[in-house]
């Protein structure tokens, strides 16, 4: 079934749930996969809905990228792009998949014409990782684009169901997770505990 974009209430974005962050590469950790499981009911409870859109976003670079000026070397070509095998069955009923080359899904190719045409969306929901980077980066820049637009558009995230990098003594996981809890919540993002099926 193909969903009209402009008839959706409810927008999930799951972001960089792909091997170059949970499996292999300079910043993968394995442990950003401890969210795969409450990610799931919230792709299905999304996929059975109407008026509901998923949408898949992953990290895609190459040699020339920028970003990698700041960062290590990571998600580098396709195999590295692609979603973990545990969420990829999903894949095919997402509604698009998108590929940035940026921490910030909303500057991925097609992301900003496409919410230009969700006139009736809203709630978005924003799982994957990291928590203080492209989630955080994404849920920002979404608030602000919507205040720009003047929709009423609310954007929710379940702690449960995002996730950052642990490297010791450059970047700790839990004080980046609660950094990055607090300047969203300070921007009108809404966190929630826990995936709850009437939040979505």
């Given at each position: 079934m193909i969903k009209d974009i402009?008839?959706?209430e409810e927008a999930l974005f799951q972001i960089d749930m792909n091997i170059g962050f949970c499996e292999d590469g300079n910043l993968a950790d394995p442990t950003i996969k401890g969210?795969?499981?409450n990610i799931i009911p919230?792709?299905?409870?999304?996929?059975?809905k109407k008026n509901a859109g998923y949408f898949v976003v992953?990290?895609?670079h190459t040699a020339n990228s920028v970003?990698?000026?700041?960062y290590l070397q990571h998600c580098m070509g396709d195999n590295e792009s692609k979603t973990i095998k545990e969420l990829a069955i999903y894949e095919e009923y997402a509604d698009r998949l998108f590929y940035k080359n940026s921490t910030c899904a909303l500057f991925a190719p097609g992301m900003m014409e496409m919410l230009m045409e969700m006139v009736n969306l809203k709630r978005v929901v924003i799982v994957g990782c990291c928590t203080d980077i492209?989630?955080?980066n994404f849920a920002i820049a979404l608030r602000n684009f919507f205040d720009e637009l003047n929709m009423n558009v609310e954007i929710i995230v379940p702690k449960n169901a995002v996730e950052t990098f642990h490297i010791v003594?450059?970047?700790d996981r839990e004080e980046n997770n609660e950094r990055a809890y607090t300047v969203m919540e300070n921007?009108?993002?809404k966190l929630v505990k826990t995936y709850k099926k009437e939040n979505i």
């Open positions: 402009r008839n959706m969210i795969v499981p919230i792709i299905r409870e999304t996929i059975k992953n990290d895609k970003e990698l000026l700041r492209c989630i955080q003594g450059i970047h921007t009108g993002i």
